[in-house]
């Protein structure tokens, strides 16, 4: 079966290729999810509480369980017997228990523009996810995966190329984290977090929140609330209920356009949640939080950069407390997609700027390392399957 994300794309993807694929991803779904092959669960996904517990029952001291978490998410040792302060008939039983299965690095690029740098790491399953540090000295930002591929399918978007392949187990989401500081060292301290890496974190909603609060905690990472960023094509059902959990964290919406007709043909999942109601969820969310939304918006040449896309977006979001951020675009190979000119980006600014909306622009980071979502394992994958 050829699935139809595929179609009218333009990708280079040829269909012999694809259906290869296809096996290989029915046959990795079905191993999906699986903490390791006896079922055990993975230590990185495991929460203090839920450790504690696993102690309690091998009838071991209470504080046994912080001193598993600082060796798994402070120290981030890769094995077992790395743990000294535990004897090792402990570790023993711990190990019939539980598993720790690190991410394996397979990648890494450093841009020659700045301080970016891309990892690509393996799954115990062979599948492949990345995740970009960027930053200087002090100030760390490490875009993190969700999903192996992802199902939304924008139409610029390499993550979205391939359909989903799997969600990432909050152990899989964590590991990220504990492995690029491990790999960064300690000149490059990562001090802010946002999910927008491969995949859409809000259609893996259960394991993502899990990671995040594992990645907030004082006796996981140590990464405070509002360092974390959330971003969502826009699922409105799970925008409702992250507004329920009570949490600091921040949340970004990919708008990339402000008429339907315009986001239905770049972002897919506008057919199912038009903005009428995605705009009542975002105010929903602001409303009921207090946290201001940012609203992305990835500048697409002739597409959604119009002096009346501008216009749109001045009277969708004028009366909204929020931030906007925008992105010229990261060209995708094989896809119809062009990043506008500098005049024309300026022009753009300009418009929402009289309009009376502040707004960011994301400076260029590491086009030469294929820095956007999904580039560096689609460019994995295709050399994989050219043999
Ligand atoms: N799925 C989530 C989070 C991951 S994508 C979402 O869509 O929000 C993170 C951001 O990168 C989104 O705003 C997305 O539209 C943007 N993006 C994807 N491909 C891009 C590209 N080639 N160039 C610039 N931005 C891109
Ligand atoms: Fe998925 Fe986000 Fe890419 Fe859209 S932009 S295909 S939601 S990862």
Request: hydrophobic share 35%; proline share 4%; with cysteine.
């Amino acid at each position: 079966m050829v699935r139809s994300t595929y179609d009218n794309r333009n990708g280079y993807l040829n269909t012999q290729m694809i259906r290869e694929n296809t096996k290989k991803q029915a046959y990795r779904r079905s191993v999906a999810g699986k903490p390791d092959a006896g079922g055990k669960p993975d230590l990185r996904g495991l929460t203090l509480p839920e450790i504690s517990r696993i102690v309690e029952e091998m009838n071991e001291p209470a504080y046994r369980a912080g001193q598993i978490t600082s060796w798994v998410y402070k120290k981030a040792v890769g094995s077992f017997e790395e743990m000294t302060n535990l004897s090792r008939s402990f570790r023993a039983e711990l190990s019939d228990r539980t598993c720790l299965n690190p991410l394996t690095s397979v990648q890494r690029s450093k841009s020659r523009h700045g301080p970016t740098t891309k990892y690509l790491f393996e799954l115990g399953d062979g599948q492949k996810v990345e995740s970009v540090l960027i930053g200087g000295s002090r100030r760390n930002t490490l875009c993190i995966s969700t999903q192996v591929g992802c199902a939304i399918g924008c139409r610029f978007c390499a993550s979205g190329l391939e359909g989903l392949v799997r969600n990432m187990t909050t152990a899989e989401i964590v590991d990220q984290v504990v492995q690029v500081r491990k790999l960064a060292g300690d000149t490059r301290p990562i001090n802010n977090i946002v999910v927008m890496g491969m995949g859409e974190p809000l259609a893996n909603y259960r394991q993502v929140l899990r990671a995040v609060r594992i990645i907030n905690a004082d006796w996981g990472l140590g990464i405070g609330a509002r360092k974390i960023t959330l971003s969502t094509s826009g699922l409105v059902p799970k925008i409702y209920q992250l507004a329920e959990e009570k949490i600091q964290f921040e949340l970004s919406v990919s708008l990339h356009a402000a008429d339907d007709r315009t986001r239905t043909s770049i972002v897919p999942v506008n057919r199912r949640y038009p903005l009428k109601q995605l705009m009542k969820a975002c105010r929903h969310y602001t409303g009921s939080t207090d946290r201001i939304i940012t609203y992305e918006y990835v500048l697409l040449k002739g597409v959604n950069d119009r002096f009346q896309d501008a216009e749109n977006l001045v009277k969708l979001l004028k009366k909204d407390k929020c931030k906007l951020n925008l992105i010229p675009y990261n060209p995708v190979h094989g896809l119809p997609y062009e990043r506008p000119d500098e005049h024309r980006q300026a022009a753009f600014v300009e418009a929402l700027q009289k309009g009376g909306l502040q707004l960011t622009m994301r400076r260029e980071r590491g086009r030469d390392i294929d820095a956007a979502c999904g580039q560096l394992r689609l460019a994995e994958s295709r050399k994989a399957l050219e043999g």
